[in-house]
């Protein structure tokens, strides 16, 4: 089978290496097509070992792309054609609705290839929210497709139940199907299980940037609340993104409370935090799915996780930690305080459940999607 990527993301997130790579382990042909905006994004994330899968970066995006996104479609869809052949692939993955969606229409159009979309955090906060031109055209590249995949189930509930008008959500409902990202093996290779606290400093970390959609002071907050009731620490791990200055002057101030420590992609740096925690902390604003939540549920950490965004809807509520609401700074504090008051069961149900991400076990899944 060959399968033609659109990815717009690809030198972005190693997410989508991880996909491609482990599809290339089950003998399937691949060819990736990656638009980028700068010539650093060239080659990012390229799996050299993989003998059946071709990539295609193309230095091909504009700043004006952005405001003409018919025009960036145009551009995009000459670039491919003259890097290969669209009739000679069995069917196309487009990994956003829009900007990849709309490219896998136009060559369902003119070579009758089917395609699968991905509907992601951007296609439900950026494009629907402020691109309301373009909504005619995604209720068509849905329409078309032969299956739609989302991330969580919060995110299928949302574009199903608020977005959509009525008509095209009965239209495309029975090819909705939730498949989420996996996590590195690294973490499945170095699983860590725990059945109890073992201080009586209640241990709080959050790893990633520090942008306001990550909602950081909220967790300071929380971490204080908690603090006038038992003892805390709070780890915070990261940086970069909007609210970098906003977060350091917060957690300077909580010095006694906060510790920050700088961002790190050693995964063996990464490892040993997750260990010397209790619980990991993110009610982000908006999240498509969250890896590091698996990362850390991999180590045994139960997990705080906002409502109806990122990994809220995998499990029942208990399981692995609790939803919260991002915005209500003491219902963070009561969830973390519930967790503490029945961890053995969660650390246990945490590690248990980041079984189901690994990548081998997605691809599987892709695989039959692919074959349907």
């Known amino acids: 089978m060959t399968i033609l990527h659109i990815c717009s993301d690809y030198a972005k997130q190693s997410i989508y290496n991880n996909l491609v790579t482990s599809l290339g382990r089950q003998g399937h042909y691949q060819i990736v097509y990656v638009p980028v905006r700068t010539a650093y994004e060239v080659g990012l994330y390229q799996n050299s070992t993989l003998e059946n899968t071709v990539y295609h970066y193309a230095h091909i995006l504009k700043k004006y792309h952005r405001l003409l996104f018919h025009l960036k479609i145009r551009t995009v869809l000459k670039d491919l054609a003259s890097r290969t052949d669209p009739s000679a692939v069995d069917i196309v993955h487009a990994h956003f609705l829009f900007s990849d969606g709309a490219v896998a229409l136009r060559l369902k159009q003119q070579y009758g290839k089917p395609y699968i979309v991905a509907v992601r955090n951007t296609d439900i906060n950026i494009f629907f929210r402020y691109m309301k031109h373009l909504k005619g055209l995604a209720y068509k590249i849905l329409r078309e497709a032969k299956q739609i995949i989302f991330l969580s189930p919060s995110y299928q509930e949302k574009l199903l139940n608020d977005i959509l008008p009525s008509s095209v959500a009965r239209a495309i409902k029975n090819k909705c199907i939730v498949v989420p990202n996996g996590a590195d093996e690294f973490w ?33 907050s929380a971490a204080k609340r908690l603090a006038t009731v038992r003892p805390v620490q709070l780890i915070i791990l990261g940086g970069g993104g909007n609210g970098d200055k906003t977060v350091k002057t917060a957690a300077i101030a909580e010095k006694a409370l906060v510790t920050l420590l700088p961002r790190t992609s050693d995964k063996n740096e990464l490892l040993e935090q997750y260990r010397k925690a209790d619980i990991f902390v993110m009610p982000s604003l908006f999240e498509t799915f969250g890896i590091v939540y698996i990362e850390a549920m991999s180590q045994g950490l139960p997990v705080i996780y906002t409502e109806s965004q990122g990994i809220d809807g995998y499990f029942p509520e208990g399981q692995i930690g609790y939803h919260v609401n991002p915005h209500n700074v003491q219902d963070i504090a009561d969830k973390i305080n519930a967790i503490a008051g029945n961890y053995a069961q969660m650390a246990a149900g945490a590690t248990q459940a980041a079984e189901k991400f690994r990548w081998c076990k997605i691809a599987d899944t892709y695989t039959r999607i692919y074959k349907s």
């Open 188 to 220: 499945f290779d170095h699983m860590h299980e725990r059945r109890e606290l073992t201080t009586d400093t209640l241990r709080l970390l959050y790893v990633g940037d520090f942008s306001v959609n990550k909602n950081i002071p909220s967790i300071i």
